[in-house]
């Protein structure tokens, strides 16, 4: 059972790629994104791993467009071959349909491969409308943002996880501390939902049930960025099971 604060904004990694539904490549990107997040005190509210499939890729991007104050890491697709279709479905889900050459797009991918420029490389600078360019440190080919919100990066990791961690950076600004309080109770879960149920909207739950040593166990978790907040919610937990004489471990940071 889970309750998510409402009034954060909603962070999303899509990760598209036939190559890691098959199992021909293994993901890296969900753990990296996690992680980075987690660094600015902000959480994933949800990873989407789908096929090169241009409808579903559009379908997903509108559908993430349709939360409020949704922010949007994709990864792949925005490449030059015929199976990059993320340019043109962000083009789709978000704009007019179209794609339009960038100049200053152009003029880098001109400029950094030279010589060994093919008319479709040159496609990678054939962006949505009012597109904005993300500095590639690894090889110089730009990636693309729209709106401030939505951040279409490169499939290779060496290439988008350096650009996210600059991304963060900006889009943060700063760190903020989320405060969590766990523990694992000698019961079923069901003997607790009286006390989630009193749990405020700036709280963030979770309600972990798990068969351990032939009896039910489970483990809640609290967080807030609000401290007093999480130490109070916290603490009505402790004192359910305190009153009904139900043992406890705490387990901070689960």
């Known amino acids: 059972m889970q ?6 904004p909603k962070i999303f990694a899509l990760i598209i790629g036939t190559e890691i539904l098959n199992r021909r490549r293994v ?15 902000r959480k994933l509210s949800g990873s989407f791993i789908i096929e090169d499939d241009p409808e579903l890729i559009v379908k997903t991007i509108r559908f993430i467009d349709s939360l ?26 978000l704009r007019d349909g179209n794609l339009y050459r960038h100049q200053e797009a152009e003029e880098i991918i001109k400029e950094k ?3 060994q420029i ?30 401030e919100r939505y951040f279409f990066v490169p499939g290779f990791p060496q290439m988008s996880h350096p650009m996210l961690t600059n991304i963060a950076l ?13 523990l694992t109770a000698k019961c079923r879960e069901s003997e607790l939902i009286e006390v989630m149920q009193q749990m405020p909207q700036s709280v963030d739950f979770s309600s972990l049930p798990k068969w351990q040593d032939d009896a ?35 387990t901070d940071g689960v």
């Open 68 to 93: 409020p104050n949704s922010i949007l890491f994709s990864f792949g697709g925005i490449g030059s071959t015929p199976d990059d279709y993320t340019r043109k479905c962000s083009a789709i889900a």
């Open 113 to 115: 491969l030279g010589s």
């Open 27 to 41: 993901d890296a990107h969900f753990d990296f994104v996690s992680t980075l997040l987690e660094e600015y005190g």
């Open 3 to 8: 309750k998510s604060l409402e009034r954060e």
């Open 170 to 182: 900006e889009l943060f600004k700063e760190k903020r501390s989320y405060y969590r309080h766990s």
């Open 216 to 250: 039910w166990v489970v483990t809640i978790s609290v967080a807030s960025y609000y401290k007093a907040i999480a130490k109070e919610s916290f603490a009505l937990y402790i004192e359910h099971l305190e009153s009904k004489d139900i043992g406890y471990t705490l």
């Open 118 to 147: 093919s008319p479709h490389s040159l496609n990678m600078a054939d962006l949505p409308k009012g597109s904005a360019l993300i500095e590639n440190p690894f090889n110089g080919m730009p990636a693309f943002s729209l709106d």
